[in-house]
């Protein structure tokens, strides 16, 4: 498969600029082989422009937990299957192997500490593989990053065997954006309730988030507003951030639209103690929003399968490190390691999360301008549990809020 590879010049809005390894490489590698091993399991290797730069090899890949997958508890409803399977597709999912789970020729000028595949969020075929570097002061950093196609008659074929489903109904969604009908979540699917109570909350979307890590980066990408002093200040319509294009790349040119304002304020928090179809004790958590625009407009982000007891307890500070999870069902994160993904299988996954209107009925999060949420418990206090909304893109927080959690 031959990739592409994209100079600064190409690439102007590259979030990664400022923070990439020293030496880092725009052409470097000119294919990538792919061959298949036993048990539904791939080696993916780096074939270089030089003799001299190093090859690098993942072996023993199990491409299906890159698959779109629909969980067995989902497939009885046709809509809910298909919303679940098009959320996985269109949001990324970048897997990290560090040394000793790949291989690399001698001869590179640096330490090359980590290799990412990635699935990224636009159509079916649209992959990405990322090398890092280790720098002088011990950090991994971005020394090459490509994009490829993913072969098509392969993806097909892994993508019938992971669902036992025939491609062709999801086919054009998956292949190319189709905004999808607005029709009513079917929630009794992803849990069975034991209770619920509304509970108390504070919203800080008056203050500032901490600028650090893949925040600090993409802040640039925030076309409007010019300057950022707080979340409320991109809870409108005439929010705008840089798009991520084809085959992969923010562009700040061709800004992308948002909906925020239907984020304006959180007017309630339902939380409701939850049985999940892997048969787990956990949250579902919904907090109802109205619009900044209109009193009219009612807007629920349902966020279920939630375990606080595993979150990490984390400043306000360090927010950016929290559980980061995809609107949909049972999704991946957005960026894990191989050996945290092989431990959490979308089989095995009971969390979903969905922005839903009053009724009930289906909202594009993408459309709205948020990609999902990040949670963590209060460090100095982990009876509190914290919510942070991702924008599109994860360029930015768009909302904060903290409640008590009740069994505490």
Not at 116 to 135: P, S
Not at 272 to 294: C, H, M
Not at 321 to 330: E, F, I, K, L, N
Request: hydrophobic share 35%; net charge negative.
């Amino acid at each position: 498969m031959p990739v592409k590879e994209m100079t600064d010049e190409q690439y102007p809005d590259n979030p990664n600029l400022t923070s990439r390894h020293p030496k880092a490489q725009q052409v470097l590698y000119k294919t990538i082989a792919i061959q298949r091993q036993a048990d539904d399991k791939f080696d993916l290797e780096l074939l270089p422009q030089k003799n001299e730069t190093p090859t690098i090899k993942i072996k023993g890949i199990p491409l299906l937990e890159w698959m779109p997958t629909a969980v067995d508890w989902i497939k009885k409803d046709d809509y809910l299957t298909y919303i679940g399977l098009i959320n996985q597709e269109w949001n990324r999912q970048q897997v990290q192997f560090n040394v000793g789970q790949f291989e690399a020729t001698a001869g590179a000028e640096v330490q090359i500490s980590r290799v990412d595949l990635a699935r990224n969020c636009l159509n079916a075929y649209l992959w990405e593989m990322l090398v890092y570097a280790k720098d002088t002061d011990g950090k991994d950093k971005l020394y090459w990053q490509c994009w490829f196609d993913f072969p098509k008659d392969l993806y097909e074929e892994l993508f019938v065997k992971r669902n036992k489903l025939s491609i062709e109904p999801y086919r054009a969604g998956l292949e190319n954006w189709v905004d999808p009908p607005s029709k009513n979540i079917n929630l009794s699917l992803l849990r069975e309730v034991k209770s619920e109570k509304v509970v108390p909350f504070v919203s800080s979307n008056d203050e500032m988030y901490a600028l650090k890590g893949e925040l600090e980066r993409k802040y640039k990408n925030i076309v409007y507003p010019k300057k950022v002093t707080k979340m409320g200040d991109l809870l409108s319509d005439s929010t705008r951030f840089a798009t991520f294009a084809q085959p992969g790349f923010y562009d700040t040119k061709d800004p992308r639209v948002t909906y925020l304002s239907r984020l304006g304020t959180l007017t309630k928090v339902i939380e409701r103690q939850i049985i999940t179809p892997t048969k787990e004790d956990a949250l579902e958590i919904e907090y109802v929003f109205v619009s900044n625009k209109d009193a009219e407009t009612i807007t629920r982000l349902v966020v279920g399968g939630l375990k606080p007891a595993k979150l990490p307890a984390l400043s306000l500070e360090n927010a950016n490190d929290g559980a980061r999870a995809s609107m949909g069902v049972a999704n991946h994160s957005f960026y894990e390691t191989f050996d945290y993904q092989q431990q959490h299988l979308t089989k095995d996954n009971p969390f979903y999360s969905f922005l839903l209107d009053e009724k009930g009925n289906f909202l594009d999060n993408h459309k709205i301008g948020i990609d999902g949420t990040v949670f963590h418990l209060d460090e100095k206090d982990k009876t509190k549990l914290h919510l942070w909304v991702l924008s599109f893109e994860r360029h930015a927080f768009v909302s904060h809020c903290t409640t008590q959690l009740s069994n505490h």
